[in-house]
């Protein structure tokens, strides 16, 4: 079935931005730009003086911060630089709709075509579009100019690169978008132009109501045919409706179909992640002058306090992880490719839901998700801090992400803020408008926001549907085990709250290995050894697995990524919470901790295997296994005497005797006659105690 959706999502979707009726062209515009980078001279005269000079030709997606913001702490290039890129506009266009639309720029850009402004677009992470019709001359060479700014500004959320860094450039794809006169909306923020809802939703029935907005720019209206045809995974038609309409000329005007669906197959997540296809026609005496496609998949997503979510009526178990985008010198200018690399890992590990945090990401990965069945927590960066002059600026974001994914199914909930509070009056103000625009903008999803304290009563809370906290319990605060005491409070003063455990983890460098770890770390500290890392998950999913009062939760993160502000566990501007490496090459025991836990695929894994040089003669070993007790050697010797940790996955050989010299372990199940396996090798060479164990605190702690 997955096969087979990805295959209808190449269909639906084609290569970046869909089948279009032949009247739609829809042209990528990667190819052949021209870039400068700052700090640029402030006298005028100067600046234009050196204005022709040391360009270098790039082609997109580009960032200018793919090494600086990834190698050393504080010291990166946030400011100002350009791209051009001439391109000679086709005379047979000049009685067509020219549009340009920019899946992502960092973080501010201001558009020019032909040395007139066009247009400035403020967040580094919606997609914009403008129209540039009147701005062409047709026949002829036209020249673009865009200048991209990822300085922090008080006005621009996020305000600061304090959580992560904003890196700067065109590093989405950009495309020219041409239409007839009469046409599907381009320019409300970046849609599709076509919204597509869906209520009373069960197996019998499903209501479906598709809202589309069109242009006309002509002089004077135009009696057109509006048809809405919804097509299953097989290409069946299963519905269709036909209206005719007058489209007058001035400004965008909506239009509505309402469609029922008998029986309707629907979406169920990994299982049976199906997808239908609306398709939007506009026709001129039967001819279709435009065409939108977009996706429908049939569900209703319900989030029960103290019992968990529900998709379709079923309990549905919320596997959540955390993603950043950006990869190791590649920084967030992301080809196709990357983004499928990072979703393989995330279904190989077994994942069912995913946080796109803490930023909107590129439409391929919703569309992708819509296809893999993964569910989607989509959020806008209102991160961090608080300045008092994002107000405007979150609200549009937010906007831009709910109209531009309204359609993909495996969105959720919408993220309306992340650890943000003083002034905690103004905070929980915006928070509420956020809210409130979400609602009326998407009555059909929950919205949801996060707190990095770990009590409802805080100010900021409880001003959306679902309230969100990020725990770091054995690392910013108190030990690994108050998670469970955290969690059991919560159930018992506040029963009926929703609440999502929304950030856990911590950091970890793979070159960092000891025995010797405790409950709580110094996180402030050079020394992160995956051995705590790994021992803090098997804590914490044991006791978030056992608590449905936790409705959903994500781990911090899938892969590490780039801080440029930190200087942290033996590796400059580095965020090591990740259980993938930033170069997606190591996947650390607690990849395998979790894959164990919710993968339907067999593992036998055996951890600290990069933990080679032993410190203890009598040690423990640790297996994950998912398909029964693991038979352990050592040395060809069966090692007996096992217990269970914190899950029915998670075995424990203790008093493992080490001989001097390299020693060789296997595990190993066989399961309907096959044999699954798992070797590692420690060296032992004497009884050592680390000198100093000053990385661990002996003291609760807390910070941010």
């Keep these: 079935m997955i096969k087979k959706n990805l295959f209808f999502l190449f269909f639906l979707f084609g290569v970046g931005a869909g089948l279009q009726a032949e009247s739609r062209k829809v042209i990528a515009f990667n190819d052949k730009w021209q870039f400068k980078k700052g700090p640029f001279p402030k006298e005028q005269i100067v600046f234009m003086g050196r204005w022709d000079q040391k360009w270098q030709s790039v082609s997109l997606p580009h960032t200018w911060n793919a090494k600086d913001m990834q190698l050393e702490h504080n010291k990166f290039y946030a400011g100002e630089a350009y791209y051009k890129k001439s391109f000679l506009v086709d005379h047979h266009l000049k009685d067509k709709q020219v549009f340009i639309k920019f899946e992502g720029v960092g973080q501010v850009a201001d558009l020019y075509v032909n040395d007139k402004f066009i247009g400035k677009h403020k967040g580094a992470y919606s997609a914009f579009s403008y129209d540039i019709t009147a701005a062409l001359v047709f026949g002829e060479e036209n020249e673009f100019l865009v200048k991209a700014d990822n300085a922090a500004r008080p006005d621009v959320i996020p305000v600061n690169h304090s959580l992560f860094g904003v890196y700067g450039g065109i590093y989405r794809p950009v495309w020219l978008i041409v239409t007839e006169k009469a046409h599907f909306a381009v320019t409300d923020h970046a849609s599709s132009g076509v919204y597509v809802s869906q209520s009373n939703v069960s197996r019998k029935q499903a209501d479906v109501e598709v809202k589309m907005k069109l242009a006309n720019e002509e002089l004077q209206p135009t009696q057109l045919t509006l048809e809405t045809l919804i097509f299953n995974a097989d290409g069946k038609r299963v519905q ?22 008998r029986q309707p197959h629907l979406w169920q997540g990994r299982k049976d992640p199906y997808l239908y296809k609306v398709v939007c026609q506009l026709k001129d005496n039967g001819e279709v002058i435009d065409e939108v496609v977009q996706p429908l998949g049939l569900r209703k997503v319900e989030v029960v306090a103290g019992k968990g979510v529900f998709l379709n009526g079923e309990k549905y178990p919320m596997y959540g992880v955390c993603r950043h985008q950006d990869w190791w010198e590649i920084g967030s200018a992301l080809q196709n490719h990357h983004h499928d690399a990072d979703l393989a890992m995330i279904m190989e590990i077994g994942a069912t839901t995913i946080r796109l945090a803490h930023y909107q990401q590129s439409d391929y990965i919703y569309s992708k998700c819509d296809s893999l069945g993964l569910l989607i927590w989509a959020e806008i960066p209102f991160v961090n801090r608080v300045t008092g002059d994002e107000a405007a600026n979150a609200k549009e974001q937010l906007r831009e992400l709910i109209r531009q994914s309204f359609n993909h199914p495996s969105i959720y909930i919408w993220g309306l803020h992340n650890e943000v509070y003083r002034p905690q009056d103004y905070t929980a103000h915006l928070t509420q408008d956020l ?58 003063k506040y029963p009926n709250q929703k609440l999502m455990l929304t950030e856990y983890g911590a950091d970890s460098n793979i070159h960092h290995q000891t025995e010797y770890i405790g409950n709580t770390i110094k996180w402030y500290g050079d020394y992160f050894p995956e051995t705590y890392q790994t021992k803090m998950h098997e804590v914490q999913w044991g006791v978030i697995a056992k608590h449905p009062y936790i409705t959903a939760s994500y781990l911090w993160n899938m892969f590490d990524f780039a801080v440029p502000m930190w200087k942290r566990g033996g590796v400059e501007a580095r965020n090591l919470k990740g259980i993938v490496t930033i170069d997606r090459k190591v996947r650390k025991d607690a990849f395998y901790w979790y894959k164990a836990n919710w993968s339907e695929e067999p593992v036998v894994y055996m951890t600290q295997r990069r933990n080679t040089d032993r410190e ?55 399961k309907n006659g096959t044999k699954v396996r798992d070797e590692i090798h420690w060296i032992y060479s004497g009884e050592k105690k680390r000198e100093s164990e000053s990385f661990l605190n002996s003291e609760a702690h807390y910070g941010f």
Excluded at 241 to 246: A, L, R
Excluded at 459 to 477: C, L, S
Aim: cysteine-free; charged content about 20%; proline content about 2%.
């Design 616 to 670: 203890k003669k009598t040690t423990s070993v640790t297996v994950y296994s998912n398909i029964g007790v693991p038979t352990i050697k050592l040395n060809g010797k069966i090692v007996s005497n096992h217990k269970i940790g914190t899950t029915d996955v998670h075995y424990i050989f203790e008093n493992v005797e080490l001989e001097a010299g390299e020693n060789t372990i296997e595990a190993s199940v066989v």
């Design 240 to 261: 269709k409706s036909v209206s005719d309409i007058e489209l007058q000329a001035s400004g965008l005007q909506s239009f509505t179909h309402r469609l029922k669906i």
């Design 435 to 492: 809210h409130d625009l979400a609602k009326t903008e998407d009555p059909g999803r929950y919205t949801v926001t996060v707190s990095g304290y770990g009590h409802m009563e805080h100010p900021v809370n409880m001003n959306a549907d679902i309230q969100g906290m990020n725990r770091y319990f054995g690392w910013y605060e108190k030990t690994i085990e108050s998670i469970e005491q955290w969690a059991i409070d919560l159930e018992q």
